[in-house]
């Protein structure tokens, strides 16, 4: 692992990263501990701290609630910056309703397919079916062909998202960089998953550090086995900091 720095700005995944992922979406649940270390981590960093996720920005709020970062949710489709301000991705999200029909009622179709409405984004997710991952992802590619060239399929871990074209993690990190208090900082990104790998793109032409959490290939610099490790990180790189040292390299 890199060693660490004091003007470090910190964009963390949730799901696989900060996050033990739950077989559903809506089973994740952190404790205070994952509270208090991301509380601890926006002030040591001097709000330099970002979550970078897929899912919205409400759905962000109600997990860390009473704690409000910057974020960027549904994959950048929506962001809010250090200041509070709200930034959308120009999309007509009513276009999208007919595909999330779709979708929704392929879901109550089959067991274990499990849909998830974001707003701007839909999601399905086949973790509680994973014999049914290629029909789920046919469905929602199906769903997306009238819509054209205004959306994208992703694919995730055992999840496929119909989205806004043009919107990804690793652009919605490099708005937050051009900001206070990020602009300056060397940009830190944790993420697990292959819609992380925009992120770590972006983040390594910067210059900054990229630290893939779990298994499988990655454009990451960086890795470490789960998101226990991952926490520990932080909460390693917190010492740190407290410490007031200019460097270490914990094992």
Same mark, same amino acid.
């Given at each position: 692992?890199?060693?660490?720095?004091?003007?470090?700005? +910190?964009?963390?995944?949730?799901? /696989?990263?900060?996050?033990?992922? $739950?077989?559903?979406?809506?089973?994740?649940?952190? %404790?205070?501990?994952?509270?208090?270390?991301?509380?601890?981590?926006? $002030?040591?960093?001097?709000?330099?701290?970002?979550?970078?996720?897929?899912?919205?920005?409400?759905?962000?709020?109600?997990? +860390?609630?009473?704690?409000?970062?910057?974020?960027? /949710?549904?994959?950048?489709?929506?962001?809010?910056?250090?200041?509070?301000?709200?930034?959308?991705?120009?999309?007509?999200?009513?276009?999208?309703?007919?595909?999330?029909?779709?979708?929704?009622?392929?879901?109550?179709?089959?067991? %274990?397919?499990?849909?998830?409405?974001?707003?701007?984004?839909?999601?399905?997710?086949?973790?509680?079916?994973?014999?049914?991952? $290629?029909?789920?992802?046919?469905?929602?590619?199906?769903?997306?062909?009238?819509?054209?060239?205004?959306?994208?399929?992703?694919?995730?871990?055992?999840?496929?998202?119909?989205?806004?074209?043009?919107?990804?993690?690793?652009?919605?990190?490099?708005?937050?960089?051009?900001?206070?208090?990020?602009? %300056?900082?060397?940009?830190?990104?944790?993420?697990?998953?292959?819609?992380?790998?925009?992120?770590?793109?972006?983040?390594?032409?910067?210059?900054?550090?990229?630290?893939?959490? %779990?298994?499988?290939?990655?454009?990451?610099?960086?890795?470490?086995?789960?998101?226990?490790?991952?926490?520990?990180?932080?909460?390693?790189?917190?010492?740190?900091?407290?410490? /007031?040292?200019?460097?270490?390299?914990?094992?």
């Amino acid at each position: 692992m890199p060693p660490f720095q004091r003007n470090w700005a +910190f964009f963390l995944d949730l799901d /696989g990263t900060l996050l033990d992922i $739950a077989v559903t979406p809506e089973a994740v649940d952190p %404790g205070p501990e994952e509270v208090a270390l991301l509380r601890e981590l926006a $002030a040591a960093s001097q709000g330099a701290t970002a979550l970078i996720s897929g899912r919205s920005l409400a759905r962000i709020d109600e997990l +860390f609630a009473p704690l409000v970062l910057p974020a960027a /949710g549904q994959h950048g489709v929506e962001r809010r910056d250090a200041q509070g301000k709200r930034h959308r991705h120009r999309f007509p999200v009513q276009s999208l309703r007919p595909a999330a029909g779709g979708i929704r009622s392929f879901a109550s179709r089959h067991q %274990g397919l499990v849909f998830e409405d974001k707003g701007a984004s839909v999601a399905l997710h086949y973790r509680l079916a994973p014999q049914l991952a $290629a029909a789920a992802q046919r469905a929602v590619r199906e769903a997306a062909e009238p819509l054209g060239d205004a959306v994208e399929v992703q694919g995730g871990k055992m999840v496929v998202e119909l989205k806004p074209a043009g919107c990804d993690k690793g652009k919605a990190i490099e708005r937050f960089m051009q900001e206070p208090p990020f602009a %300056g900082r060397l940009p830190v990104f944790l993420g697990d998953d292959v819609t992380d790998e925009y992120g770590f793109r972006v983040v390594n032409r910067l210059g900054g550090h990229t630290v893939k959490v %779990g298994e499988g290939a990655s454009a990451a610099r960086w890795r470490l086995e789960n998101p226990a490790a991952a926490r520990a990180w932080l909460a390693a790189w917190l010492d740190f900091h407290k410490r /007031g040292q200019d460097q270490c390299c914990p094992r």
